[in-house]
């Protein structure tokens, strides 16, 4: 009975074995590798590796050695073989020297287990006969240009003076040659870490890991002037309601008031045909557009509620223009360029628009947004419209020129006719402004315009 039973342990040994043993993958047997030749040039010369077939799962050429793994490798299927031997050419792209091997793989059935072996190793050693910078920049620069046609190499770097107002202490960045080395008379550079004093042209000398070859990059800067732009492109005033408007002007609140911008003079005035008390204007909130990219702005004095000298403005500020003297901002240029501009309110004329050559004849008054609308019946030609202007001159002053823009074209001066301001033959098919040259009588206040628009709607 225990001659059974050891004789039945053996055989559930045996078989446990054995089917262990079909789960493990066997050890293949090494390949044989040979190559053409030891030694070559980075992505230039073509090596033939030799690999000899072996019985295994797969087989792979591992060109740059096992100390490599993230260079990869070529996997060679039995195609391609024949005899019994796989020809494989590669070309490298790494630099150095490396133990080249050819490796057999066996795989059980669940990939659980992996046996690998690998062949003798042959030694090939790869050089570079590269000299060449690329991808040139700063930090901040906005265009580069580059000359290959002469020698040395030329490259025009542009940088604005507001990123680099000092190109003394710059530091280039640029990409080499695998293994090569850059020098600024003789010494060594790297990329964005190197300072060079880029007043004048810096040559940049590259040359090649393996000596033979090297290119001079001769880098010039081009400083963008410091902006000078002092002007302020647009200005609208919006009212707020702070409680101090009565309920006869509280439909005001909201309101967006426009201005005339004078560049030359540094005047702004901002104008209404409200014709209301200058209560509306102790609470403005102002809308300011710079024209110069890097400039900014500020209060220039300090007698206005909670602003106090060399406040930066904010978009969200209301500002008080009821007082008598004028409120004064200030615009910085890059280059610390000031201008102080005066900024006025006043009430503007309204406008009343007539044709005189149109049938019927048409008329209307210009609206709170400074907009004449007119009517005509269809099959009306309003390509050569006669026009008739009237104003409603504020108290304090009255319109001296008028002027009429077709499309923003060039302006046409209309005629004064005993007040009537006259202009024949305008084009009403395009976009037409009428510009009032207005000039104050009391207040101090300079020579403003105001802009209306007219249009014809044909129904």
Not at 48 to 74: H, K, R
Not at 154 to 174: C, F, G, Q
Not at 180 to 201: H, I, L, Y
Request: aromatic share 8%; net charge negative; glycine share 8%.
């Amino acid at each position: 009975m225990r001659r059974i039973l050891y004789y039945s342990l053996l055989c559930f040994l045996w078989v446990s074995v054995n089917s262990c043993k079909d789960d493990e993958a066997s050890q293949p047997p090494p390949p044989t590798i040979s190559v053409d030749k030891t030694s070559g040039l980075l992505s230039a010369d073509e090596f033939t590796f030799t690999v000899e077939q072996v019985g295994a799962g797969s087989i792979s050429l591992i060109p740059y050695g096992t100390d490599n793994p993230s260079f990869g490798g070529v996997l060679i299927p039995s195609s391609a073989f024949t005899n019994g031997v796989a020809k494989v050419k590669f070309t490298y792209g790494h630099v150095g020297t490396f133990a080249a091997v050819a490796s057999s793989t066996n795989h059980s059935g669940d990939g659980a287990s992996v046996k690998t072996s690998y062949s003798s190793p042959v030694t090939v050693t790869i050089e570079s006969d590269k000299a060449e910078l690329s991808d040139f920049s700063f930090d901040g620069s906005t265009d580069t240009d580059v000359d290959d046609e002469v020698d040395p190499i030329a490259v025009t770097i542009t940088i604005p003076w507001s990123k680099h107002n000092d190109i003394t202490k710059l530091k280039l960045r640029y990409t080499n040659s695998a293994e090569s080395k850059v020098t600024v008379g003789g010494t060594a550079q790297s990329s964005d870490g190197t300072e060079n004093n880029f007043t004048s042209p810096v040559t940049y000398t590259v040359t090649s890991q393996n000596g033979d070859v090297s290119q001079d990059y001769k880098v010039t800067v081009i400083q963008t002037p410091a902006e000078t732009n002092t002007n302020i492109k647009s200005l609208a005033a919006t009212i707020a309601n702070k409680g101090k408007l009565g309920a006869s002007l509280k439909s005001a609140t909201g309101r967006t008031l426009p201005s005339y911008v004078d560049n030359t003079n540094n005047v702004i005035v901002i104008y209404d045909t409200l014709n209301v008390v200058p209560n509306v204007y102790d609470s403005l909130s102002l809308d300011i557009a710079l024209d110069g990219k890097f400039s900014n702005l500020k209060f220039h004095e300090a007698n206005w509620g909670k602003h106090k000298l060399n406040d930066r403005y904010k978009g969200k500020d209301t500002v008080d223009l009821k007082a008598g003297a004028p409120l004064q901002l200030e615009v910085t240029a890059e280059d610390s360029t000031r201008k102080v501009y005066d900024v006025y309110t006043a009430e503007a004329p309204k406008l009343h628009a007539e044709t005189t050559n149109l049938t019927p004849n048409r008329s209307g008054d210009s609206n709170e947004a400074f907009a004449v609308g007119l009517d005509a019946i269809s099959g009306t030609d309003t390509e050569n419209v006669d026009f008739a202007f009237t104003f409603t001159d504020p108290a304090n002053g009255s319109v001296v020129a008028v002027d009429v823009v077709e499309d923003g074209g060039a302006p046409q001066p209309a005629t004064d006719v005993l007040g009537t301001w006259v202009l024949n033959g305008v084009n009403a098919k395009k976009a037409i402004t009428v510009k009032a040259t207005v000039h104050p009588t009391t207040g101090g206040l300079p020579d403003f315009i105001v802009s209306y628009s007219v249009s014809i709607t044909i129904k």
